[in-house]
């Protein structure tokens, strides 16, 4: 007599005819009264469900609900009716589980954390804070600034605020915060240290004092002191209400050999050095303090005669300023002193106050009333030479033309 297999919900699954067995309605094999031989798949099928199906195959004919084990990934499954889920499962431990599968929660038990498995990695959920640690991490916060509530992430560094983070559009006044004005972006507090780089696509606004290594797109609204480059690409109009200065004395440029600044403003501009100086092409590369004439086989060479009219600089030491400062570097365009105070190489005695003059051989000379005129002086000697050799004297150089 044959009988009626259900599933648990009550849905007929198969009429099992007296003596047959079936095997390809489900993936075990269903015996009928009066089977001959039906132990060992009565025993094999209780196999298979111990097992979960271990196989690298799925099993053929799942039903819904049937649990199978890959054991090619080590990875449980669920039949839903269409595809086998992967059953992600929660872990313990010091070290991270081996073979995880996407959702995966692995409890770090060395430092209370708890990660979730993205398919590629364990991405961290939390506590911001480990165990026994200071309030640390990015806290979100409602500020109120009078009228209205807006929404801002707090950082929080050992219980102290660090900082505030607005996607705001414009700034607001925060009621009762230490911050008078929050603006756009990261907004830092009083006195921070900032040991990497800043960088933001908007607006990094300073409270109070900071001190930065290698900061990278920031703005400053207090007194900013740089102990390392800055370099600032793309970010708009920068407004300092305050002195910007460097850490220490002359250790730091502003801009690079290769990265200029296009235009200076301001009321007045104070150098340590004293010439004025411009690069001119040159046949030869020279020496500073070496005097020089237009003429050779480029824009200058150095003076060839005595009393020469064609005087037209000192190869600068270190010039206050540089015009033309792009046409080359010092052995092709060295930079000449044409105004100002500059060391120049003399033969023979000089006293403060003499005229200078060409002395040939790229050298200048104290020239006496009779020689001296309107094209040849070269500049006038600050201080005395003593001695009748080759040597340098610090001179105000002014070339007429």
């Known amino acids: 007599m044959p009988y009626n297999i259900t599933l648990t919900n009550g849905t007929a699954l198969l ?9 390809t309605t489900t993936s075990l094999a269903l015996v009928g009264r009066n089977f001959a031989g039906y132990g060992p798949f009565l025993n094999e099928n209780f196999i ?16 819904i609900g049937q649990i199978w084990w890959d054991s090619t990934n080590r990875h449980l499954n669920v039949w839903q009716g269409t595809n086998w889920k992967i059953i992600s499962s929660s872990m313990t ?3 991270a589980p081996v073979n995880p599968v996407v959702g995966d929660f692995w409890w770090n038990t060395s430092i209370s954390s708890f990660s979730v498995y993205n398919g ?9 804070t480990p165990p026994g640690a200071a309030l640390t991490g990015l806290l979100g916060n409602l500020v109120y600034d009078g009228s209205s509530y ?16 607005s996607s705001d559009n414009t700034a607001f006044n925060p009621v009762g915060s230490t911050f008078t004005t929050l603006y756009p972006g990261l907004n830092l507090s009083t006195n921070i240290n900032v040991l990497g780089n800043v960088v933001t696509t908007t607006l990094v606004a300073a409270t109070g004092n900071i001190t930065t290594l290698n900061a990278t797109n920031a703005a400053f609204s207090g007194n900013v002191t740089f102990t390392g480059n800055v370099v600032l690409p793309t970010v708009p109009t920068q407004a300092f209400t305050s002195n910007v200065v460097p850490a220490a004395n002359l250790s730091y440029n502003l801009g690079s050999t290769t990265l200029w600044w296009n235009n200076i403003y301001g009321t007045s501009i104070h150098a340590q050095y004293a010439d004025l100086a411009e690069r001119f092409e040159s046949d030869a590369e020279y020496t500073p303090g070496t005097v020089v004439e237009l003429g050779g086989a480029a824009e200058i060479t150095a003076v060839v ?11 600068s030491t270190n010039a206050a300023f540089v015009m033309n400062g792009r046409a080359g570097d010092n052995v092709t365009h060295p930079p000449v002193a044409v105004q100002g105070r500059v060391p120049v190489k003399v033969i023979g005695k ?6 200078l003059v060409s002395a040939g051989n790229g050298l200048a000379r104290a020239g006496t009333k009779t020689e001296i005129n309107t094209w040849n002086v070269i500049g006038r000697s600050l ?7 080759e040597g340098t004297v610090e001179a105000v150089v002014k070339v007429n033309s």
């Open 120 to 128: 590629s990695q364990w991405v961290n959920i939390g506590p911001a």
């Open 15 to 23: 009429t099992l005819q007296d003596g047959t067995e079936d095997s």
């Open 305 to 315: 005669d005595e009393l020469s009219e064609d005087v037209f600089g000192v190869i």
């Open 383 to 389: 201080e005395n030479k003593d001695t009748l050799d």
């Open 150 to 165: 807006h929404t801002v992430g707090n950082v929080v560094v050992n219980n102290k605020l660090i900082g505030i983070a």
């Open 93 to 95: 431990g010091v070290n």
């Open 350 to 355: 000089v006293r403060k106050g003499d005229r």
């Open 48 to 63: 298979k469900l111990m097992e979960n199906f271990s196989s690298a195959t799925a099993p053929s004919n799942p039903l």
